[in-house]
Structure formats: C-alpha cells, structure tokens
C-alpha cells in the first residue's frame, strides 16, 4: 500500500507539533523517520495510525482519499503501530494480549452479528507467526516478565495477525538487544519483501543506516529534508539539528578515594542470584554496565539504591555501612535514582513538571511552597531545554522530553547516580548534553553507575565496565582496552580474559 500524507497540521495548545507535513511512503520499502526531539515524528505517525486527528490536511491509500479516525479504522485500513512506550495489558497473558482487538462475526444463528475470539485459532496463529519471524515468545507467560524487546515483538505479531500492511515502529531499538533488534530487522526486511512498508521512527543514524531504504527529516514540526540511504551522517546531522555536532572527550574524573564499596555481596530476585564478590567504585569514576536486558544489571543499581537488601554482604557508600539502612536513609545519603520506564517509575501520570518539582521539596516542610517549586520547574525547563511548560503534564511530552524531565528532577549533589539507560530516547545532540552533565557531576565527585544497551555509550563514557550474562558478572574492565567485538563476545557468555564473580 502506497501512503501520502498531504500538509498534515496538528495545534497542541499553542505547540504546532506537524506543520503542513507531507510524506510519501512506498509499498515495499523501510521508511526512517528521523529529527531532534519534539520534531513532532510521533504526532505524524499517530495521525497516520488514527490515535490523534489531525486538524488539517489529506492522507491518501493507494490514492483514494482515507477517512481514519480511530486506530481502528487505522488497522482495518491496514495501518498499525507500535508505540514509543508500550500500551499492553501487564496483568495479562501474552497469548490475551494477543487477542486484543481480534475477533470473527458470527454469520448464521441466533448470536449472528456478534462478535467472538477462537482462542485455539489464535494460539495456532500466535506459534505460527513466532515461527516466521523467529521471535521467542511463550504464550502463557505474563506480559509484566517480558523484556521490552518481547513486549515489542508481541505487539508486531498481534498487529500483523489483525493484517496490518504497514507497520509503524516509533523508537524501536531503544532498551532491546542485539539479538532482538537482528530479529526486528529481519522481520522489517521481511515485511517489506513481501510488499508490506514498514516506517521507522528513530534517533540512531547507524539503525536508519542499516535498514532503512530512504528517510525523511523533521525539525520543528516542518518535514526539513529527504534522503536515499546509504547517505553520510554529517549530512543527516546537518539536516536534523542545521548545524554539526562536535563529540565531546571524557576527561580523567577518577579519584583515588571509594565511593561504593560491596563486600561478598550476594544478590537476589525471584530468577537470578547474582555473586557480586568484592567490588569498589572511586569518587568520580563512572562503571558502564554491559548486558542482556535482565541480567542483572538493574538488580545491582536497585541494591546500591537500597530498594533490595542483599542476601549476603555488605554495602558501604561513601564510608557509611548502608546494608541494612530503608531507602530513605540512602536518599539522605546523596543516593539518585533515573528508572528506564519513564512513565511507569519515574514520572507520574496526570502530574504536571510544576508538581513533579513541588513532590521533590523537602517533606518535613508544613506548607508546600507553589511559588519556589515554580521557579524551579521554570528554570530546569530552561536549563534542561525541556519543549514545555511548568503545568505540562509530563505524559504529553515527547519521549526525549520526558527524559530530560526526569534527569532535571535528580538532586544536586549526589554522591551515587544509578542510571537505567540514561539517554534511552534522547536525540543525539540532546545525548552528548546530557553526558556533558554528567561529566560535571563527576567532575565534583559524583560516582555513576549506568546500564545501557547502547554498546558505543559504554564504551564512550565509562572508566570501567563490568558485563552481566547469565547469572555471572566480570570483572571490571578498564574500558581503554575494550572493543565492541570483545564487549559483544563477553555479553554472549565468552569471558575472554576476566573471570568471572571475582570482582
Ligand atoms: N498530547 C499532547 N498534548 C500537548 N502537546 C503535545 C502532545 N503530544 C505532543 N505534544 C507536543 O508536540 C511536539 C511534538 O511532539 P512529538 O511527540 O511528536 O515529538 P517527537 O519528534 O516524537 O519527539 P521525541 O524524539 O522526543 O519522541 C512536542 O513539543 C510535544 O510536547
Ligand atoms: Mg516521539
């Protein structure tokens, strides 16, 4: 199916998010959408998959005039989408999840004109899907224990199964692995073989690079640019942001006194016990940590939170013995916090930035101070270049907003930063400020410990990495004498040289 989109406009208030958009997507071909954030991509893509209307403007099918008004009309048209952040049913079955919106009218009898779900029709049509795309999903699991990337592959095949021709994927390669995003580029190639169109909504120019057959560019709402790939970043870049970007060096932040240091600490959840051993990070340093999502990673930040206890071990951050300390101990204690899920842990929902910042304050306060807390939320906008205002809420950002709301609520100073993929959605400009910020924490001394899939950010910005597989853990690797190939092997199980549970 051939999509024109014709001087599409969307008004937020007083935000022109598409300004006279116009695109044209090809049968047969993986589209990229790229531009900083705020550029309005993901309000184009839900005016085109029927989550928002559009205020003014045409989309055409195959030439004929399509009247989307919802994201039904959208999937019975043949147009579906997957979200930035994910809009599944946690509580439920994969294979529930699966059934969402699916449905067979019965023709004869006397329930004809209802509507039903074969749930054996649909397991068999779940295996058989999972098969051609090679996705590992098991039906029965609940959605809640599913990696982003399994969330995601779940929601392509559901959409593929309602017949959906052209599959819009917003920020897909944000939080899944290798492995899942060689899955979800075959499975792109794949569709587009067949004649399907795939748009692909993103911020890295080496995933556009690597699967996309032509993009289109955006800056503030106006489509700025096309170009066939392959195509030279330099020129993507100048297209996104209208000027060149300059990679900024890491200097030397490391001092010689510990910051975090845990002894025979052993760490647990309902499926992995983690052997951290011994292991000490310095003032100022920044530890990359390297691996699958779910390998431990995110359990090792949460116990340096004080949001788990350890099994066995001690924790001492900064000379205190943290072990058995309540969270709120180690937030006294200079101890900050950036969840991935930014809406699910970070941020609330229906809450504005101002109140985000009022619910920062101090509790032992008796009045809430609107007044300070507005002046903050006012300056952090500022500083943070947050596209939006003190009584935004935060769910109506963008992505890359959202992120920036929930790095400018983190505290100053801090003595332990534990980052989930701190620049998850961010546009690459926005990456190398946020990291420019960082680097000034450490500067005073803060210590970093972030997980990231982003293999190029560990290696980048780390002082050393240790990598998870499995149940094991490696030792800290200096990260000058890392290379992505050895990084990789290392995320695969293959300890090259560290032994493992021995830091
Ligand atoms: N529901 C909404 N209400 C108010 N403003 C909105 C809403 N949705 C988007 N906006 C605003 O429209 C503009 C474009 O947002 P959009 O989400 O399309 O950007 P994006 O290009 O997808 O950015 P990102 O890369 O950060 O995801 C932003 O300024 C955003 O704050
Ligand atoms: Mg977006």
Request: glycine share 8%.
């Given at each position: 199916m051939r999509i024109e989109l014709q001087q599409i406009t969307k008004r937020f208030g007083q935000v022109l998010a598409n300004d006279h958009v116009s695109m044209t997507i090809e049968a047969g071909s993986i589209h990229g959408l790229l531009g900083e954030n705020g550029a309005g991509k993901s309000t184009i893509v839900k005016v085109l998959s029927g989550f928002i209307s559009r205020d003014a403007g045409s989309v055409l099918f195959d030439g004929r005039p399509a009247n989307v008004k919802t994201p039904a009309d959208a999937i019975r048209s043949g147009v579906g989408m997957l979200h930035q952040d994910p809009l599944d049913f946690p509580p439920l079955s994969v294979l529930d999840n699966f059934m969402v919106g699916r449905g067979e009218v019965l023709s004869k009898g006397l329930f004809s004109g209802l509507k039903f779900v074969n749930p054996d029709r649909a397991r068999r049509e779940f295996h058989r899907l999972t098969e051609a795309f090679n996705f590992s999903l098991n039906p029965n699991n609940r959605v809640s224990d599913l990696t982003v990337g399994e969330r995601q592959q779940l929601e392509i095949i559901r959409l593929l199964s309602l017949g959906v021709k052209t599959l819009i994927l917003d920020e897909p390669t944000t939080g899944i692995s290798a492995d899942q995003k060689t899955a979800l580029f075959n499975a792109a190639r794949q569709l587009a073989s067949e004649g399907r169109s795939v748009i692909f909504v993103s911020h890295k120019l080496e995933d556009v690079e690597e699967v996309c057959d032509r993009v289109t560019v955006m800056r503030a709402g106006k489509v700025v640019g096309n170009a066939e790939i392959p195509c030279p970043d330099s020129i993507l870049i100048d297209l996104i942001f209208g000027k060149e970007l300059a990679l900024p060096m890491k200097p030397v932040t490391r001092q010689a006194e510990p910051m975090l240091e845990l002894n025979q600490v052993v760490v647990k959840d309902d499926r992995l016990t983690l052997n951290m051993g011994d292991f000490t990070a310095y003032k100022g340093e920044v530890i990359g940590l390297a691996g699958l999502e779910g390998s431990g990673q995110q359990l090792l930040l949460l116990l340096c939170a004080g949001l788990i206890k350890t099994a066995i071990g001690t924790v001492v951050i900064d000379q205190s013995d943290m072990t058995q300390k309540p969270y709120p101990e180690y937030i006294k204690h200079g101890i900050g916090y950036s969840p991935a899920d930014r809406l699910k842990d970070g941020l609330i929902r229906g809450l504005s930035i101002h109140e985000h910042f009022i619910l920062r304050s101090p509790a032992r306060k008796l009045?809430?101070?609107?007044?300070?807390?507005?002046?903050?939320?006012?300056?952090?906008?500022?500083?943070?270049?947050?596209?939006?205002?003190?009584?935004?809420?935060?769910?109506?950002?963008?992505?890359?907003?959202?992120?920036?709301?929930?790095?400018?609520?983190?505290?100053?100073?801090?003595?332990?930063?534990?980052?989930?993929?701190?620049?998850?959605?961010?546009?690459?400009?926005s990456t190398l400020w946020v990291w420019q910020q960082l680097i000034a924490r450490c500067q005073?001394?803060?210590?970093?410990?972030?997980?990231?899939?982003?293999?190029?950010?560990?290696?980048?910005?780390?002082?050393?990495?240790?990598?998870?597989?499995?149940?094991?853990?490696?030792?800290?690797?200096?990260?000058?004498?890392?290379?992505?190939?050895?990084?990789?092997?290392?995320?695969?199980?293959?300890?090259?040289?560290?032994?493992?549970?021995?830091?």
């Open positions: 009045m809430i101070d609107w007044k300070g807390s507005h002046q903050q939320a006012t300056e952090a906008i500022s500083t943070f270049n947050i596209r939006g205002k003190p009584s935004s809420h935060v769910e109506r950002l963008s992505g890359g907003n959202q992120q920036r709301t929930q790095l400018a609520l983190l505290p100053v100073p801090l003595n332990l930063l534990l980052m989930e993929h701190p620049t998850r959605g961010l546009d690459i400009e005073t001394g803060t210590t970093i410990l972030f997980m990231s899939s982003d293999l190029d950010e560990i290696m980048q910005y780390s002082d050393r990495v240790l990598v998870f597989s499995g149940d094991q853990v490696s030792a800290p690797i200096e990260s000058s004498k890392l290379t992505a190939e050895k990084l990789g092997q290392m995320i695969g199980g293959r300890f090259v040289e560290a032994e493992p549970a021995s830091i």
